[in-house]
């Protein structure tokens, strides 16, 4: 995932914070350093993370702190929230309403996956009940309107287009107008990708908007971008009203900071980012959600909906022990064997609290061989290990020498395998009984630090 290098440098960073001793100045400049190295690094914007850091110190500000106040959750929680403004401009995104044509142009850079993405929105919002279309202008790439007629049949979506008008303006005006009168409810405008220095695709873009008037504007940055993502932002800002943001790419290993940048530069929102080819892979964006995930925190209102997506929550043994606040290996045994058909496993193992920037650091073959060799491991546990906490095997050691050589993996292996279940232990056992893990999910929580 795009960004799992900042978020294990990040974390680093944060647990470097409960080795010291005493929390003075000298440790929160030091603290302070590593996040804003960590975050250049990654291309987010430099007068941005002067600015985290500006504000982190006026939050944490030691000489004023009252005594007994826990300095160490304190800077923990003030990282938390700058991370979490950076990527939040505070504008409430826009929402398409049933019953009435919600009109959504889409603008962005060559090769964003723009074309893409107008798909994966269409058929996202199919699933909810809206009758959904798309409309394609873009006369300048040959092949563009080839791509969408393509990915539109597939998904089974209406589509407007044409091989032989060549004014972009008319086929935008021609096709919002056809699905207009057919009673469509979400119009999806798929413009030619430009860039910066084109002045004649820029003057076209503000051309098609003057003339459909779309309810929203979404521009989708591709979360490669690196440095140049906030001057390029910021053009698109200046020639059109942008309401929204959708970051693609999020599947991949770039650096990623840039599109954090181009949230400040346009003061618009992100609502979805692109994980995936496919297009079922786009994602809800939420702040708190993503900044937890990004640092291993994990994301369980995510992991909730795919419980929810593949019935999970009919094992009523594993479901009664999270809301009694219980975790055994067995109930991470279970969840291991179904994790694989939640979706790409880098993306459902950000989910899992303790389980992230390794997890997200691998590929989906390399992920899936790691999951495997947790599950050969657990197969050579006796059933009263496997309904235990793990605390057995820290009692015991032999018992994960045993269990080491019956699964042919390393001593070290079984020791992770059993850090990564008591992290997610304690992290449910915080949120048990009446104010249990599925109980928060279903007012959605966004995970420890966002509570």
């Known amino acids: 995932m795009v960004l799992a290098d900042l978020g294990k440098r990040l974390n680093s960073a944060l647990q470097s914070l409960s080795k010291e001793p005493v929390?003075?100045?000298?440790?929160?400049?030091?603290?302070?350093?590593?996040?804003?190295?960590?975050?250049?690094?990654s291309d987010v914007n430099v007068k941005l993370v002067m600015q985290l850091r500006k504000n982190i110190k006026e939050i944490v500000n030691l000489d004023d702190l009252a005594q007994g106040v826990n300095k160490r959750r304190l800077i923990q929680k003030a990282i938390f929230d700058e991370l979490c403004r950076l990527v939040d401009p505070g504008v409430k995104p826009f929402q398409p309403k049933k019953g009435r044509a919600n009109v959504i142009m889409f603008v962005g850079l060559q090769g964003s996956g723009k074309t893409t993405t107008c798909t994966?929105?269409?058929?996202?919002?199919?699933?909810?009940?809206?009758?959904?279309?798309?409309?394609?202008?873009?006369?300048?790439?040959?092949?563009?309107?080839?791509?969408?007629?393509?990915n539109a049949t597939k998904a089974q979506i209406p589509?407007?287009?044409?091989?032989?008008?060549?004014?972009?303006?008319?086929?935008?005006?021609?096709?919002?107008?056809?699905?207009?009168?057919?009673?469509f409810e979400l119009i999806i405008v798929d413009t030619s990708g430009r860039h910066m220095q084109e002045t004649e695709l820029f003057e076209e873009m503000k051309q098609i908007s003057a003339a459909v008037v779309p309810d929203n504007i979404v521009?989708?940055?591709?979360?490669?971008?690196g440095q140049a993502a906030e001057a390029q932002?910021?053009?698109?800002?200046?020639?059109?009203?942008?309401?929204?943001?959708?970051?693609?790419?999020?599947?991949?290993?770039?650096?990623?900071?840039?599109?954090?940048?181009?949230?400040?530069?346009?003061?618009?929102?992100?609502?979805?980012?692109?994980?995936?080819?496919?297009?079922?892979d786009l994602e809800d964006f939420e702040a708190r959600r993503f900044v937890g995930k990004m640092m291993g925190m994990g994301d369980l209102t995510g992991l909730s909906q795919a419980i929810q997506d593949m019935n999970l929550d009919k094992n009523t043994q594993m479901m009664k022990?999270?809301?009694?606040?219980?975790?055994?290996?067995r109930d991470m045994y279970e969840q291991l064997q179904t994790i694989s058909s939640m979706g790409p496993l880098s993306k459902v193992m950000g989910m899992i609290p303790g389980m992230g920037p390794d997890m997200l650091q691998m590929g989906d073959t390399q992920g899936a061989d790691r999951l495997k060799k947790m599950m050969c491991v657990m197969d050579s546990m006796t059933d009263a290990e496997l309904d235990s906490d793990g605390k057995i095997f820290y009692q015991q050691k032999t018992r994960i020498y045993r269990v080491a050589r019956?699964?042919?993996?390393?001593?070290?292996?079984?020791?992770?395998?059993?850090?990564?279940?008591?992290?997610?232990?304690e992290f449910v056992k915080t949120m048990g009984g009446n104010k249990g893990l599925l109980n928060s999910m279903g007012k959605g929580g966004h995970g420890a630090m966002g509570r």
């Open 120 to 150: 994966k929105l269409a058929v996202h919002y199919q699933k909810k009940g809206f009758k959904t279309c798309l409309v394609c202008t873009d006369t300048f790439r040959a092949g563009a309107f080839d791509q969408l007629k393509q």
């Open 233 to 280: 932002a910021r053009a698109f800002k200046e020639t059109v009203a942008i309401g929204s943001i959708v970051i693609t790419k999020m599947d991949g290993h770039a650096k990623g900071g840039g599109a954090i940048s181009a949230v400040a530069a346009t003061g618009s929102p992100i609502v979805f980012l692109g994980v995936g080819e496919h297009i079922h």
């Open 321 to 329: 022990n999270l809301e009694q606040g219980v975790f055994t290996l």
């Open 23 to 41: 929390i003075d100045q000298k440790v929160l400049d030091a603290i302070l350093k590593d996040v804003c190295s960590a975050l250049l690094e």
């Open 406 to 425: 019956g699964s042919g993996a390393m001593v070290r292996e079984v020791e992770e395998l059993l850090a990564q279940s008591k992290r997610f232990a």
């Open 159 to 183: 589509y407007y287009g044409s091989y032989t008008e060549t004014d972009p303006v008319q086929l935008a005006l021609d096709g919002v107008q056809k699905f207009k009168r057919d009673a």
């Open 219 to 225: 521009f989708v940055m591709d979360g490669a971008i």
